[in-house]
């Protein structure tokens, strides 16, 4: 009877290590999410839709700060940190284009955002 | 106002109408925009660019299978140097070399460099003739792409997509800017060899824009397109009295929906098949031209003679308006083993042939065009789906290698002679990240010389404002004279 209380406790001591362990995740889903949101954005800057190009942006500022936090833990990829920090301040500055009716300078941007994604795959996209 | 009766009102609005699309036709001008008003009135009726164009065709040269610019264009006496050494780590540094066969030792060909004309570009002696054109050529030697196999990579070249459904840069072109010729189609795909190109008519087509835009297939021989001849058992007489009352019922009810653009592209189809019955094979008859033309062009030569007859045709569909003349390699004659630049092994029998099958009918084509005062105003592209590795594979050929590959362009509007961007000491990579062409860029470049800006360059489609260089582009601005 006594196995059952110290096997509760080594598990409750491997959710908590598991617990203490977990690092951010970043899932195939996410970088899908990503592109059909870059997708999205580049058609509402062209249509010169305000409030769809600014949510697109807003997103991609949001999913921009996963792939920062998810690369600052994976560690030794300080190429990485750097590119998604960079992605993550170019929606923000396209947030305030758009908002602001620049659309063609927060086109240009936009394809600077998509480059950059293109040069982070370069090295980090797993085949 | 006032109006006498229904036919009346329908016959003023739409002399209104023609009279907006045609003050549409003028830059700045109009109550409609350029592509709209002229879509009213016929989808491939000229448009006006968003800017004054340096070219009005372009020539793009796809060199089948991927050739070696190791052992064309990009002189690398390091590679030379480290001939039979495996590949230093550092130069593998950032990418995934397992396309097929693992990497083997560096790899040299033997060949022979020279530097030619003021440029100082470098030539092996693969390319002897083209050489003696380096002064026209601005070569972009930091190429890039995305490395599969070669039917995706192709689709990415002409695409800028990785799976079927876009449409191809020159189906962009001709949407954008219309025919410039009414008695041919805008964009014409060529090709010598027996075949088809492998890669299929999806590398031409106009996807998700109206099909009327897509390329039209010119096969080899004196009839270039399927169909289009009119049956022997049927007199001229009678194909014009079946396409006038065709034409007749088909006005009747355009008259009736005025709307139906889909009727409006049918009746121009008709009669368009019906004017390139003659236009199409005159376009492509060598007939007249001289014995001299034919020899710049190699047409003399076995090996040259089935790619220079394409790159004659080609220069006489420039000649007649032709916006985009998109233009495969493929095989010389008689040649059946080798069909494609693609050397996996035997680098040196395939470049042999490959190189002697284009270097004299490009560098005739590029003297021509210059000659006859049309090189101002077209474009000539000479690009492929990737180029080919340093190091070895099968002992004696070279790899597949998207990540550092030289293309090159001539032209109207180019800075000929300078060169863009480098690959590394053993040309594997691009050297300069900063200096990376993709495929994206060579179209934004393309659409830019032809007066048109790849990112105002859009088509609704469901919903999704889309552009020719999806979400990526950038104008090579160092190219532009």
Redesign the interface.
Known sequence: MRKVPILLTLLSAAIALNAVCAEPEMGMDLMQNIEDA???L???I??ANKQAAGDDAKELARMFQEVETFFVHKGDAANAVDLARQSRELSAEIVALVATGKF?VA??K??TL??TC??CH??YKK? | MCFNSRRDFLLKSGLGMGAAAVTGLLPGGGLLQGAMAAELVDPLAPKAPHFPAKVKSVIWLHMNGAPSTLDLFDYKPDLIKLAGQDVPASFLK???T?TQGGVGKLYASKREWKQHGQSGHWFSDLVPNLATQSDKIAFIKSSVTVGATHDISILKLNTGDLSPGRPSLGAWVSYALGSANPDLPPYVVLYNGKNEPSAGSVNWNSGFLPAVYQGTAFRPGPSPIFYLERPELRTEGQQHASLDLLRKLNQKNADRYPSDTELKARLRSYDLADRMQVSAPAAVDLSKESDATKELYGINDETSSSYGTTLLRARRLVERGVRFIQVVSGAPDGQTEITSWDAHNDLEKNHSVNARMIDKPIAGLLADLESRGLLESTLVVWTSEFGRTSYGQSGNGRDHNPWGYTQWVAGGGIKAGYTHGATDEIGLQVAN?DQAV?TYDLHATVLQLLGLDH?KT?F?NNG????P??????VIKELLA
């Open positions: 870059n997708k999205s580049s058609s509402n062209a249509l063609e086109t240009d936009a394809t998509s480059r293109r040069t370069t090295f085949e | 950032g990418i995934k397992s990240k993709d990112l859009t609704l999704r404002s889309e552009r260089t999806v979400v990526y582009g950038k």
